[in-house]
């Protein structure tokens, strides 16, 4: 099984930066794609980004150019760097690994609120 962790939610102004990091619990967590989700109230939930074993990047428009998604395989980590925040970024943020086998676990999540 695989458990994943998620932390650096809070409270932020508009503009402002937070850095989501989550560890990933498990075996055969090496061949994965660790993103990030969120979903907002009354919204479904939305891939925001992603990041193959590989390095190889994917980003949602809407986090193109102000997220940044990285990881570290031998921690079994990934975290999502988000700038110039908004108060559209407002959500429920979601760590999710899937496996070669299509097998995904998911986080608790954590909170983003941006609020002046």
């Known amino acids: 099984q695989v458990q994943l962790v998620e932390s650096g939610g809070g409270l932020v102004q508009p503009g402002g930066s937070l850095r989501l990091s989550c560890v990933a619990r498990?075996?055969?967590?090496?061949?994965?794609?660790l993103g990030w989700y969120r979903q907002a109230p009354g919204k479904q939930r939305e891939w925001v980004a992603s990041i193959t074993s590989g390095g190889n990047t994917n980003y949602a428009d809407s986090a193109k150019g102000r997220f940044t998604i990285s990881r570290d395989n031998a921690k079994n980590t990934v975290d999502l760097q988000v700038n110039s925040l908004k108060p559209e970024d407002t959500a429920v943020y979601y760590c999710?690994?899937?496996?070669?086998?299509?097998?995904?676990?998911w986080g608790q999540g954590t909170q983003v609120t941006v609020s002046s």
């Open positions: 498990g075996n055969s967590l090496l061949i994965t794609v």
């Open positions: 999710n690994l899937r496996k070669l086998n299509g097998a995904s676990f």
